[in-house]
């Protein structure tokens, strides 16, 4: 038998002399067992049962390069049962400091918004497509929307919200998976499974161009229509 190791060993160690670790690829490739193992280890946070261990298991995610210049994870926050969901496109230079979501002076125009409506921000959940930082606030890549979509669908699963409001011109292209402008997207009620679909202006356009607020009042006063129409607290 030792006779036997010696001769597995010496095997190797030529194999991996010879083709370095596409030895250890080429078994996995042959191995679908071993394979469908590890894509059910990665994909154990799909059977989460709530937002809170969804963030448990997803809070190390490696799925892109952002995790790479990240400082903190920005899962979302607010009420996990809330009958509205607000979506923005990706977590800035404080919401990455802080790991929240819409904090900052984006974040304060944003409450003010909602308080307009009627609506506490407690009351509310909100979130991004990415819930890690791009670079200089550049805007989501494809690979990154396509890596990290998943987890809001599942927080969204999650909530089931009778509202989604839709922050700016990205998170309305993502979930409408459409490449229309906002233009043509805001000012109509859209739908998304089983909820209505609002678009709003991101706060922090508002900031940048005070001549939209005339337009993204219009859009509030539509939306809180909407929540006396579907009774949402
Ligand atoms: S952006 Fe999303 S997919 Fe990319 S590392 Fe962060 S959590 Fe993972």
Sequence with gaps: MDDFYE?????????IELYGDELVMEVAAHNPDAREGSDR???EWRQSTSLIDLEKQISACRKCALYNTRNKFVFGSGNPNADIVLVGEAPGADEDRLGQPFVGRAGELLTKML??????????YICNILKCRPPQNRDPAPDEIVACKPYLMKQLQLIRPKIIVCLGRIAAQVLLETTDSLSR?????HRFNESELHILYHPAALLRNPSLKRD???DLKRIQRSLLELKVK
Excluded at 8 to 13: D, G, K, R, W
Excluded at 185 to 189: S, V
Aim: charged share 25%.
């Design 115 to 124: 308080a307009a409506i009627d609506l506490q921000r407690s009351s509310v």
């Design 185 to 189: 997207l805001r000012g109509q009620i």
């Design 7 to 15: 001769k597995a060993a010496s095997f190797l160690e030529q194999q």
């Design 41 to 43: 280890d990665a994909d």
């Design 216 to 218: 993204a009042w219009e």
